[in-house]
């Protein structure tokens, strides 16, 4: 019994006075609810709520953490994002002067763009940047019609030539592939 419990029940006594018949052993106890077996059903029941209620918060807490850490990484993951998002216009811009660089015969700068070019496309793919692949049958989740043209001897849907690049960072697509379709 605590010594909450103990004064309780010392505290019942006191205002009832003397016990005019004494409980034969066996025998409920009197209406007042002042039995200490009562007390101490109390105070069982009080116990179990307080421990419930402390496995419910820390079941919260546990789940709280979780869903933080599933954020800073989501979080993590659209800060990429966002970064090679604005890395693909300069990548775009090398290979139209490695395209321009070639036309012109200058051997030594487009060597240097070349490696440029080489080293900026390891360091995307470094950070999980894949090129979408345009062969085949237009796919309207990772590509983009720009135009539509007759395809001639190309089945009608199949992607004929490809103006901008695509790509995805992981399952999400950055930036769709912008293609010529066959009609």
Do not use: C, W
């Amino acid at each position: 019994m605590t010594e909450r419990e103990r004064v309780d029940a010392e505290a019942v006594a006191q205002d009832e006075g003397p016990d005019p018949e004494p409980l034969a052993q066996g025998e409920g106890s009197d209406p007042e609810g002042s039995d200490p077996l009562d007390l101490l059903a109390q105070a069982e029941r009080e116990r179990d709520e307080y421990l419930d209620s402390l496995q419910r918060l820390k079941a919260e807490f546990d789940n709280f953490r979780k869903r933080t850490a599933r954020e800073q990484e989501s979080f993590a993951a659209r800060a990429n994002e966002s970064l090679l998002r604005e890395i693909l216009p300069v990548l775009d811009d090398l290979e139209r002067a490695l395209e321009a660089a070639e036309q012109h015969e200058e051997a030594r700068l487009e060597d240097g763009v070349r490696l440029v070019h080489r080293s900026l496309v390891e360091l995307l793919q470094k950070q999980g940047l894949e090129l979408i692949e345009t062969e085949g049958a237009f796919d309207p989740h990772v590509h983009e019609a720009l135009l539509t043209q007759p395809g001639g001897e190309a089945e009608p849907g199949s992607v004929l030539q490809v103006l901008q690049k695509g790509y995805r960072l992981g399952d999400r697509v950055l930036r769709p592939a912008r293609v010529v379709v066959a009609e």
